[in-house]
């Protein structure tokens, strides 16, 4: 990974959920679990792939073989189980203040969860929702394409290059990448995949506005 620099400035942000701002690893494991059992799956090789992605894509990653309309139907299913168990839902260290300080600054969701599953963790956590959010009903495909972030960055009438993406894993950072964006890794899952930044949570950022109305993350030090 490059050296992490010190700053990076921006004209909009562009954020993931699930273990960006909310850690939702417990639900997200216990859901894919039961999953992998009805399909005879290895578990542990399941939630190796189930971050980032819609949970159709990732079943076509599984179960390449399966038609493309039962992953969908299994998918809606998903969904539904995933909104009503939130138990261990809870908010990354410092997403709380961070959403505070970005409150008046342009800045998008981009989430591959639909929009009662976002609207549902992202409460659980204790999290103000954007107002600016591209949730899975208004894509036509999962991360890693890139579509997610280049409608985020098109809501807000921001240039993808002139964006900051944050992102804890292997498709959402692929994503953000293609969509041309720079990217801040969250969390020990995006360490491996070459951010631009790598911040173990969000408590090791501080959000300023500049002089010219931009944006300015600094990375505190340890």
């Given at each position: 990974?490059?050296?992490?620099?010190?700053?990076?400035?921006?004209r909009?942000?562009?954020?993931d959920?699930d273990?960006?701002?909310?850690?939702?690893?417990?639900?997200?494991?216990?859901?894919?679990?039961?999953?992998a059992?009805?399909?005879?799956?290895?578990?542990e090789?399941?939630?190796?792939?189930v971050?980032?992605?819609?949970?159709?894509?990732?079943?076509?990653?599984l179960?390449?073989?399966?038609p493309?309309?039962e992953?969908?139907?299994?998918?809606a299913?998903?969904?539904?189980?995933?909104?009503?168990d939130?138990?261990?839902?809870v908010?990354?260290?410092g997403?709380?203040?961070?959403?505070?300080?970005?409150?008046?600054?342009?800045h998008?969701l981009v989430?591959?969860?639909?929009?009662?599953?976002?609207?549902?963790?992202?409460?659980?956590a204790?999290?103000?929702?954007?107002?600016?959010?591209?949730t899975?009903?208004?894509?036509?495909?999962s991360?890693?394409?890139?579509?997610?972030?280049l409608?985020?960055?098109?809501?807000?009438?921001?240039?993808?290059?002139?964006?900051?993406?944050?992102?804890?894993?292997?498709?959402?950072?692929?994503?953000?990448?293609?969509?041309?964006t720079?990217?801040?890794?969250?969390?020990?899952?995006a360490?491996a995949?070459a951010?631009?930044?790598h911040?173990?949570?969000l408590t090791?950022?501080?959000v300023?506005?500049?002089?010219?109305?931009?944006?300015?993350?600094?990375v505190?030090?340890?």
């Open positions: 990974m490059a050296a992490t620099p010190a700053t990076l400035t921006a909009a942000l562009l954020l959920m273990g960006t701002l909310v850690n939702s690893d417990a639900v997200v494991e216990r859901c894919w679990r039961r999953w059992d009805r399909q005879g799956l290895d578990a090789a399941v939630l190796k792939v971050h980032g992605r819609q949970g159709y894509a990732t079943m076509a990653v179960l390449p073989d399966r493309m309309a992953n969908h139907a299994d998918n299913l998903m969904l539904a189980e995933e909104t009503a939130l138990d261990g839902v908010p990354v260290g997403a709380s203040a961070f959403m505070d300080a970005i409150v008046d600054l342009p998008a989430t591959s969860a639909d929009l009662a599953l976002a609207t549902a963790r992202m409460g659980a204790g999290l103000r929702m954007p107002d600016v959010r591209v899975a009903e208004q894509v036509g495909a991360k890693p394409d890139p579509e997610g972030f409608k985020g960055a098109a809501e807000l009438g921001v240039d993808p290059a002139e964006c900051v993406s944050f992102e804890d894993s292997e498709a959402g950072i692929q994503a953000a990448r293609a969509a041309g720079r990217v801040v890794g969250v969390g020990p899952r360490a995949f951010p631009d930044v911040v173990a949570d090791a950022l501080r300023e506005r500049s002089a010219d109305g931009g944006i300015v993350l600094t505190l030090p340890d």
